[in-house]
């Protein structure tokens, strides 16, 4: 069943063709990746099929009651609301169920109409479900850090926003979600579970992202948009670099085949008589034809990276006893390290643990309350910061760049002009004279690269470099820096990029600790899980905690009625304590079996330790109900 159907759709935005009769559909149960180099139009397509922009030609049919989700690159969220508004602002039924629920159960005392509604709204929560919706929202707001529910749209930052809209799209649980880069601004933890939830999910799916792995977990179908025209591959990201491959060879061959057949035509129109007959004619219009496909197309380019590194001498970097914390929150805690030539740092921890502050103080933007950092006489800072680099109001491209330098040498010891090395970066002569601000995002991070590169750095600090950028630019990035001559620094959420590039790891791990691990990514996270699961299988089970003795009260002649809701939320606990007690049991069978996998590892330790922390808490929630049903009877 098809969800969307896009027949002959194209789209320009200026004198710039983005994409030209595209067709295709999306259908039941669909995931697809879509892929192409920045300012190729992927963000545009996405906003045509979410319904927030129209094609200049073409038609787009949804299916009848199609109910979509989308999550822009940069979303615009109401400014007045506050982030609960916001989120909850769908018209979902399991939501006007609760509310209405408990707008009820808070009236005192209950009408015999309200009597009568409530004991039918309890038959509608149970049809649709509705019991879990809190849980589930309770679960997905804290994966995703949105703990500031009252504060207005208009005081977050660009993050906070972007976790706020996915938080959005997640609750809303519609038929179709179109996500454009949704790990932005995600930890790490939280890029696995929105990973994990998305691969298992029933909803049909269409993402850009740049993180591979995600991609790979996630998609069973990429489309690539490429000179204008859409793609399409079966499979995940690994099948896709094979069958583009074939493509490739097989555009090759046809190539040179009708090379060959153009030049034996060509060899007989020039040889013949000219042609009368209506068979002569047919064959001149046919030799045509060959003409317009042997022509130079335009092909797919990479982001050539070739700037001359530093020379980088013997003392490079030494940290010693680094402390910093804002009020009672620690963020280093006599941290201590020196720096080697050519060392390849990754740099890992949750959203708010202090990475971004640690290379700020490093590159002496940020103060240290106590410790010292000594940097070396040759050491030349590249800083690629993820706030991005802010240009000025009405810059042009080239402007940009010669503000830097006219003229920059390569690793080659040529020598190149800012235009030159502006085509390379794919800016074309026809873009140079084009305003910063109309660039895509994509395309002004690939600016801001350059703008980094060009001061020849020989130790490189990037924080999430990958943000926006095209999975072509990435792998010429990887390449680049797997030759680079130099020190490396890297806070970055794409697992993918990090395996490649880095050799140990500074993991920020809270309270000011800060742990280096010796490997990538993917070791620390084996090591992690491995780690977990010992810990999990020791652990004694937790017992049922006695009910807390409570406040001495005034009492009164009567004892207090238990209400609907508390005698409801009894039965409900009644119900659930076994299912607890049996989930634990299993978890605890699946950890003790071990396993390679992990991510899966890591998850099943994770959900064991908060069931036991919901498992106590039902369980003296049980008790003290269990003990005023008793006063009550």
């Known amino acids: 069943m098809n969800y969307i159907s896009v027949e002959l759709i194209s789209k320009s935005h200026g004198e710039k063709l983005l994409f030209e009769n595209l067709s295709f559909g999306i259908a039941q149960g669909q995931k697809v990746a879509l892929i192409g180099v920045n300012g190729s139009g992927k963000s545009t397509l996405l906003r045509i099929l979410a319904g927030r922009e129209k094609p200049d030609r073409g038609r787009i049919s949804f299916r009848n009651g199609l109910r979509i989700a989308y999550l822009a690159q940069e979303p615009d969220l109401p400014e007045h609301l506050t982030v609960a508004e916001s989120i909850f602002s769908a018209d979902l039924p399991a939501a006007r169920l609760i509310r209405e629920y408990e707008t009820l159960v808070q009236r005192e005392p209950l009408s015999d109409a309200d009597h009568r509604r409530m004991e039918q709204l309890m038959i509608e929560i149970e049809a649709a479900d509705a019991w879990n919706y809190e849980v589930q929202v309770r679960q997905i707001l804290g994966k995703l850090e949105v703990d500031f529910l009252d504060r207005p749209i208009r005081e977050l930052s660009g993050g906070q926003r972007k976790r706020v809209a996915l938080a959005q799209a997640l609750i809303e649980s519609p038929d179709l979600l179109i996500l454009d880069e949704p790990t932005n601004h995600l930890d790490l933890d939280s890029i696995e579970w ?118 980088i001498g013997g003392k490079v970097l030494e940290i010693k006893n680094l402390r910093k914390a804002y009020g009672e929150k620690k963020l280093m805690d006599n941290f201590s390290y020196t720096f080697s030539r050519y060392d390849r740092i990754g740099i890992v921890g949750p959203n708010g643990a202090g990475k971004t502050t640690f290379l700020r103080m490093i590159t002496g933007e940020e103060p240290a309350d106590s410790g010292k950092i000594r940097m070396g006489e040759t050491i030349v800072y590249g800083y690629y910061r993820q706030s991005g680099f802010v240009f000025k109001d009405n810059q042009r491209v080239i402007e940009a760049v010669t503000e830097a330098a006219e003229v920059v040498e390569l690793s080659n010891s040529q020598r190149i002009s800012a235009a030159q090395l502006l085509e390379r970066f794919l800016f074309p002569r026809h873009m140079h004279s084009q305003f910063v601000h109309t660039l895509s995002g994509g395309e002004r991070r690939r600016l801001h690269l350059l703008r980094i590169l060009m001061t020849n750095p020989n130790f490189l600090i990037l924080d999430e470099p990958t943000n926006d950028l095209d999975l072509m630019t990435l792998r010429r ?116 079996a071990g396993g390679s996998d992990f991510q899966r590892l890591q998850a099943l330790a994770d959900e064991l330790r908060a069931l036991e922390a919901d498992l106590e808490a039902a369980s003296d929630r049980w008790l003290e109900l269990a003990a005023l049903m008793e006063s009550a009877s």
């Open 477 to 592: 990035l990887e390449a680049f820096l797997q030759e680079f001559e130099g020190c490396l620094l890297v806070v970055t959420h794409d697992r993918f990029f990090m395996d490649r590039i880095v050799d140990h790891l500074f993991v920020f791990e809270g309270e000011g600790q800060i742990r280096d691990f010796p490997g990538g990514y993917s070791d620390y996270r084996t090591r992690r899980a491995e780690e977990l699961a010992a810990e999990a299988a020791l652990q004694p089970a937790v017992p049922k905690a006695a009910p807390k003795p409570a406040e001495e009260k005034p009492r009164s002649d009567r004892p207090r009625k238990i209400s609907f809701k508390e005698q409801r939320e009894f039965e409900q606990l009644e119900a659930d304590l076994p299912r607890m007690e049996a989930r634990k049991a299993e978890l605890l069978d699946l950890l003790n």
């Open 194 to 311: 929105l990973e994990s939830i998305l691969s298992s999910a029933r909803q049909s799916i269409v993402l850009v992202t740049h993180d591979r792995y995600f991609l790979d977990s996630i998609t069973n179908e990429i489309y690539e948009l490429e000179n204008g025209k859409i793609y399409p591959y079966k499979g995940n990201y690994g099948d896709y670099l094979i069958q583009k491959d074939e493509r490739e060879q097989q555009r090759t061959a046809e190539l040179e085949r009708n090379q060959n057949l153009f030049r034996t035509e060509l060899e007989w129109l020039r040889t013949s008589p000219r042609a009368r007959g209506t068979k002569s004619k047919a064959r001149i219009d046919a030799a045509l034809t060959l003409q317009e496909k042997v022509r130079p197309q335009r092909r797919q380019m990479e982001v050539e990276l070739e700037v001359k590194g530093r020379r």
